[in-house]
């Protein structure tokens, strides 16, 4: 099986300090560290791996520095690594990021994609999905549990707010992973060892040629408005009903108090 | 010259600072405690290649160099001086002389499953009768030419890992007459007939370490177990306490490094007359003292990691080494305790234990004396 995870280093957030006279983010000497669920992606990957045997190619959009986050990858248990590095992609929200990420992994044989829910800097939790569209594949996001017997389909758990779906998917596609998924191994030691001297690929513009309109800062769409830190979300309430007629009495009901109908 | 780790010592570092914070830190206060052997932390050890570091690829390890390897010590320290001293006496005591002094056969027939962890190693050359005086060995081998095996009768003391360790370095007189130049190493079995381990030792410190007598009665070896050759024991025996002594400095470097940052972290917290006490100058001089002599400590023991990796003699930059990091350790230590105040005493933080744990980085693997009689030797030439 081919496996590519996708995996984004970013601010060790746990360690930022905040600024207490300009209020802001003392960013200066925080160290990088692999995203969270990224990480429990390429842990999943690398669970494949010693059960079935897997080639697995890690990938990253970013600047040179997050060779460091590849290699952590590749002391892990990995097999390959690209870094998609341009000074052309800068700039770039989620959609160029998916459309570049999609111009490389193109270039990939690849039986599952695997990429983390959300990354701790952004909290989008947009790209994964979005590669997966570009692609054409079939996507499960917010997996928590992954189960593979070796045949052709993958047993997924899938969380949603109230409980997980059970769901079976085809190959190939692509899964976004929670970091609750799982706890990552360490570097292995003897990787580690001779990671430094490991290949990283660099994958340029002209290396994977995509559409220069649609990356960078020309390809982003969004634009920040401000930001600001969200309000707390109530929790959902569950409803138990016997059968759905009462079920959608409650709904209705519980509508007509609201006014929304 | 350059002062600065490699990114692959950097690297290494920070695995093993992830490592030690989560899956060693959170049972230290407890295997001292209850002086337990952290057997589960060995197996975590395992999945991660902790048990072959500096040793070369073709016998299993990870063919790393020897600053990896006191890093690994130095961190596992830092949070448990127990962890840190199994690993120090595996990889310094228990395999590094079948590494140097093995003929290719033993190499090959132990190495591979020590590297993995699955067998750990020990070393006897205490006795009751002898400790820094090695040439009084009461433990004899006798070979028997009818078998062509050594027959082996005696007991050593205070051996670290006993009881978890499979594989042993024993030290044996040959030739009573010859003095030290009787004494000859062997590689015991922990399976072998007549060969038991006495119970654990109570100590003052490093309580979750497996510190036992060995007990041989007519333990019969074959020919082929004997290390290096009849009569090479003494020099088996120092060579490798050369290196083991950048284990021990590496373990009390560690201790005191990890007593100085709780120290930090708490005295940042702790008020008293209405500021914290970190905010008093006394606090502050003894903590600038202290990281000084850190720092020296660790100049001092990556100096001597790095003559020993690029083959150059080392014997007395070890002894420096481990005589200064233990000194200042239990320095640190104590320091450390008398900055936590009462709490400092109590046995609900991690301080009193690195002080006790650092005691015996003074005494074992050659005493702070005998640290002084190599380096005042060696000046004296």
């Not at chain 2, 063919?63 to 962890?83: F, H, N, P, R, S």
């Not at chain 2, 007395?316 to 320091?335: G, Y």
Request: with cysteine; hydrophobic share 40%.
């Amino acid at each position: 099986m081919d496996i590519t995870v996708l995996v984004k280093q970013v601010p060790n957030t746990a360690e930022i300090r905040i600024d207490p006279v300009k209020n802001t983010l003392i960013r200066d000497g925080v160290p990088s560290i692999i995203n969270p669920d990224d990480k429990a992606g390429l842990e999943e990957a690398l669970k494949l791996k010693d059960q079935f045997g897997a080639t697995i190619t890690v990938v990253s959009m970013g600047p040179p520095q997050a060779q460091l986050a590849l290699r952590e990858a590749l002391a892990m248990g990995a097999d390959r690594a690209i870094l998609v590095s341009d000074r052309k992609f800068g700039g770039a929200d989620t959609l160029a990021t998916s459309t570049t990420l999609v111009a490389a992994l193109k270039q990939l044989k690849s039986d599952l994609i695997i990429a983390g829910r959300q990354a701790i800097d952004g909290d989008t939790a947009q790209v994964g999905p979005q590669v997966a569209e570009m692609l054409d594949i079939p996507q499960v996001s917010y997996v928590q549990k992954l189960h593979y017997d070796g045949k052709q389909t993958l047993q997924i758990q899938r969380l949603v707010e109230d409980g997980y779906y059970e769901l079976e998917v085809d190959f190939p596609c692509l899964i976004t992973v929670l970091a609750e998924a799982n706890k990552p191994r360490y570097m292995h030691i003897h990787n580690l060892v001779d990671v430094f001297s490991r290949e990283i690929e660099i994958w340029d513009f002209e290396r994977i040629k995509p559409d220069v309109n649609q990356i960078g800062l020309t390809g982003s769409p969004t634009k920040v408005k401000k930001s600001y830190t969200k309000g707390v979300k109530q929790s959902g309430k569950i409803v138990e009903a016997a059968n759905a007629e009462e079920a959608a009495e409650a709904i209705v009901t519980k509508l007509q108090e609201l006014f929304m109908i | 010259m350059d002062f600065n780790l490699s990114e692959t010592h950097l690297l290494f570092q920070q695995m093993v600072r992830d490592f030690a914070e989560n899956e060693v830190k959170p049972i230290a206060h407890e295997i001292d405690e209850e002086e337990r052997f952290p057997i589960e932390t060995v197996e975590k050890m395992r999945k991660c290649g902790f048990f072959g570091i500096n040793v070369p690829k073709q016998y299993g390890g990870a063919g790393g160099d020897q600053l990896l390897y006191t890093i690994a010590v130095e961190e596992l320290a830092k949070v448990c001086g127990t962890t840190s001293i199994m690993l120090s006496a595996h990889t310094s005591l228990g395999m590094a002389p079948i590494l140097e002094f093995g003929t290719e056969e033993q190499k090959m027939r132990y190495l591979p499953r020590m590297t993995t962890g699955e067998w750990l190693g020990g070393f006897g050359l205490t006795e009751a009768a002898a400790g820094t005086d090695a040439a009084g060995q009461q433990t004899v081998a006798i070979f028997d030419e009818t078998t062509n095996e050594w027959i082996i009768n005696g007991s050593k003391l205070f051996i670290t890992n006993a009881g978890q360790a499979h594989i042993y370095i024993i030290f044996a007189m040959t030739d009573k007459s010859k003095g030290t130049k009787g004494i000859t190493a062997f590689i015991i079995e922990a399976d072998r007939k007549g060969f038991s381990v006495g119970p654990k030792e109570k100590k003052m410190g490093i309580r979750g370490s497996a510190t036992a007598e060995l007990i041989m009665q007519n333990v019969r070896i074959p020919a082929e177990n004997l290390l290096g050759k009849e009569g090479m024991g003494f020099k088996v025996a120092m060579m490798t306490l050369d290196g083991g002594r950048i284990g021990v400095a590496a373990q009390a470097l560690g201790l005191a490094s990890g007593a100085l940052e709780s120290t930090i972290d708490y005295v940042k917290g702790r008020k008293q007359f209405g500021r914290s006490i970190a905010q008093f100058q006394n606090t502050q001089f003894q903590l600038a003292d202290m990281h000084t002599k850190v720092e020296a400590a660790r100049l001092l023991l990556y100096r001597a990691s790095m003559r020993k990796q690029a083959k150059l003699p080392y014997s007395t930059d070890a002894a420096m080494a481990k005589l200064f990091a233990s000194e200042i350790s239990m320095e640190v230590t104590t320091k450390a305790v008398q900055l936590y105040g009462g709490y400092g005493y109590s046995r609900e933080y991690p301080v009193e234990r690195m002080m006790r744990d650092a005691k015996i980085t003074e005494i074992y693997e050659g005493t702070s004396e005998v640290q002084r009689m190599v380096i005042s030797g060696a000046i004296l030439r």
